[in-house]
Each structure stands twice: as C-alpha cells, then as structure tokens.
C-alpha cells in the first residue's frame, strides 16, 4: 500500500498530539481560580500556590527538553513521542488523586518532564520528513496544535467540571493520549527512507534535490553526533538559547495567569472563562500556519533559508510589541471592553506563533542528524529557565494592577529578536 503525501499525516498526528498536550496541561490554570480552597487555601495565597505549582512543573520541563532531545535522538521518533504521551496521559490522570499542594506539585513535576519531548520530537520529526523550504509550515502546523489545544481547553475543561467535577475532569482528558498511540504506531512505521507505504516521488522529494534545494541527503549514521559542549561552542546553538530564553515566557505568561487575569481583572465566572479564553488562541493559531507560511514562500522565491526565517520572526516581534504596547495604553479601560482585551491579547500571540515556528526550525536549519533534536532541547531548556524567572515574578509584580506584567511582556519581545539576529555562526554546521 502506498499513501500519497504520508508526511502531511505524519504531522497532522503531531499537531493532534500537540493539540492534547495543551489540553493537559492548561486543565490546572483554568481550574485552579476554582478549586484553590477545597485544599484550603486562602484567597490572598492563591496566586503564589499557582506559582509555586507551576514552578515544579517547569523545572521538570527544563530538565526534560534536553533529556527528551537526547531520547528522541537515540530511540527515533516513533519511539520517543510514545514514551513521551504515555508518560504524561498517566501524570494528568494522576491529579484526580491529588489531597495537597504538595501531591499536586509532585504529579505536575511528573507531567512537565513528559511532556517536555513533544517539542524536541515534533522538530525532528519535521527534520525527518520535510525539505528545508516545508519545514516552516510544517512548524507551523505543530506550533497551530499548541494554540488549538489552548481553544478548545477552557470549553471542553469548563464543561467536564460544571459536569463531572475536577477529579473526573483529570481521568477523562487523560484518555485522549492513550486514544492517540493507536493510529501513531500504525501510521509512523519508519523514517521516510524505510518506510513502506511512501511513495517514491515523495521520498525523492523529502530525501533528494528538488524545486532548486538542495537536501542533504548524508546518511544519520554518518552524521557526528555533538556533545552539548561541542554543540555550544556554536554561535548559532547560543543564538537559538537565548532566543528561546525571552520570548517563550510571553507565551507562558498568559498560558498560566491569562484565567486568574481575567477573574481579577473581570470578575469572570468559570463559564464566561470558557467563553472567552478561546478567543487570544484563535488569534495564536492562525499566527503558527501565518509564520509557517511566510518564510516557506520567501524561501520559494529564492531567500536564503536563514534569512528568511530571520525576517519572518522580526515580523512576529514586530506585531506583539505594537499589541503589549496597545494594550498597556488602553489597561485601564479594557474592564468595559472585555471582547477588545481578547483581541489585543490574541495579537500577541498572533505574532508569537508567527516567530516561534520559525525560531523552533533554526536547529534543524543549522544542524543535522542526530543533533537537531538535542539543541532543540537545549533551546527548549533555555525557554523554561526564562519562564519560571517570570513565573514567580508574577504574584509580586500584579499585587496592585497588572501595568507591570505587560511592560515585562513587551520588554522581552526585543531582546528575543536581538539574539536570534546577531547571535550566529558564520558556517551552517553539517
């Protein structure tokens, strides 16, 4: 049996993988405003609760980047994104059980590490089977996974606990990951070189020279596998940390608090949460497949791979710092205009998925082989360390009002995009 252009399933498996992934993870932010004070917690301690919880689970997520790089690396994909969901479908199962802070510390730990290989396997995995002029929309279908999880998280959430409660809420999205091996087993049987229902015109095209680009097409057994200090003597590896390190707290800042901002701030009950949180992510999921889009057809005209990522993120930037600017102007008004909040918000992350598919393709751009997935992780390491600085910032800096919580937004974009321009190796390592 051959599939015509089996690698679009491929990747449509992990952007559904990606989509669950989110729907896992956010079942804590949104639930939390909620249920703080059936493990009695008071009002004034909630916010540095959710901090702390969060904490646990991005130092796990820090520490499983670059173990997960590795994983995926030595085992393949296939392999390693089915540890990575069995892991973190029986971690999220696991909060039904949670009686305390601490219980729920532990099981976020345990879901942050497993969850973790999803970026570093989706990377390689796009490495694997697109050309460097389709990687960037393939990027952009996975990274549009994360904003579509992020949609369709606060309905399906809201409507299991109004329903069920948020002990059964836990079990029943634990399902999904389990429901998702299935058809990834069956379909992802081998790299595009072995596998037998490729067609041979779509592994020429993966693995050959076509449309004018160039692929290496050196074996990944003959490809010398880097040390992480080997791989920092790289510019470009330095380039891609420090990236990561600034902008992907943006995201996160309003993936954790964007619920409680909005309970404060509106004083939004948990079904008005579901009604509204979807909107930002909308705007975030059109802005992954935009950004995707963007480079790939620079690259098609003839710009540099490099270059036109390059321009493709500084586009990005551009578009979240008007929005964090827009919104710090018009704060004090956006109680009366919850709808246009929503839109500023999604604007900024309209324009962070714009960038960070492309600045997530870089190693796979720079790298080959069997070190795209470890800078990936390295990146990705670099990006939790930044988060959980901005995480226990939060509760401090929005005691009083929340002006500070965007300036930090917006004074982040800029260094992001400082590092991703000028921090670079002169040679793309092969």
């Known amino acids: 049996m051959k599939v015509k252009g089996l690698r679009w399933y491929i990747i449509a498996l992990i952007a559904i993988a990606t989509v669950i992934n989110y729907i896992d993870r956010s ?14 917690i008071a009002d004034v301690d909630s916010k540095n609760a959710l901090a702390l919880i969060t904490t646990f ?14 994983l995926m690396d030595a085992v393949g994909t296939r392999i390693g994104m089915t540890l990575s969901i069995v892991g973190w479908s029986i971690s ?11 219980s729920f510390n532990i099981f976020r730990f345990l879901l942050g590490f497993s969850e973790a290989g999803n970026w570093p396997g989706a990377t390689k995995n796009n490495a694997e089977w697109f050309p460097p002029k389709e990687r960037a929309i393939a990027q952009g279908i996975f990274g549009a996974g994360a904003s579509l999880g992020s949609v369709v998280s606060a309905p399906i959430i809201a409507l299991l606990y109004i329903a069920f409660g948020w002990k059964a809420t836990f079990l029943l999205i634990a399902v999904l990951g389990f429901v998702w091996i299935i058809p990834w087993l069956i379909v992802n049987k081998a790299t595009p ?32 596998v880097l040390s992480w200090k080997e791989l920092l003597k790289y510019k470009s590896t330095w380039g891609i940390i420090m990236g990561r390190f600034f902008i992907d707290p943006v995201w996160w800042l309003f993936v954790t608090w964007l619920p409680t901002f909005l309970k404060e701030q509106f004083m939004f009950d948990i079904k008005q949460i ?37 321009n493709s993120i500084a586009l990005g930037a551009v578009i979240m710092l008007v929005s964090l600017i827009t919104i710090l102007y018009f704060l004090g008004s956006l109680k009366d205009t919850p709808m246009f909040a929503m839109v500023l918000i999604g604007l900024t992350l309209f324009g962070f998925q714009f960038l960070i598919g492309n600045i997530q393709t870089l190693p796979s751009d720079y790298f080959n082989g069997k070190n795209v997935g470890t800078v990936a992780g390295m990146g990705g390491t670099a990006a939790v360390i930044g988060t959980l600085l901005t995480t226990w910032a939060v509760p401090v800096i929005t005691k009083t009002s929340y002006v500070s919580f965007f300036v930090l937004a917006a004074v982040l974009v800029p260094l992001a995009w400082i590092s991703v321009k000028y921090i670079t190796s002169k040679k793309i390592t092969k």
């Open 92 to 102: 999220i199962a696991l909060h039904a059980f949670a009686r305390s802070l601490a």
């Open 57 to 70: 689970f991005m130092i796990a997520y820090a520490l499983g980047q670059t173990f997960t790089g590795k």
């Open 193 to 224: 070189d072995k596998h037998p229902w490729i067609t041979e015109e779509e592994r020429q095209h993966i693995l050959g020279s076509t449309a004018g680009v160039v692929v290496d097409t050196e074996p990944v057994s003959e490809v010398k």
């Open 27 to 40: 079942a804590i932010n949104i639930l939390w405003p909620y249920i703080y004070k059936d493990f009695g």
């Open 274 to 310: 579901g009604a509204f949180t979807w909107v930002p992510y909308l705007f975030a999921a059109i802005g992954s497949l935009a950004g995707g889009y963007h480079s790939s057809w620079q690259i098609k005209k003839g710009v540099d791979a490099e270059r036109a990522r390059k």
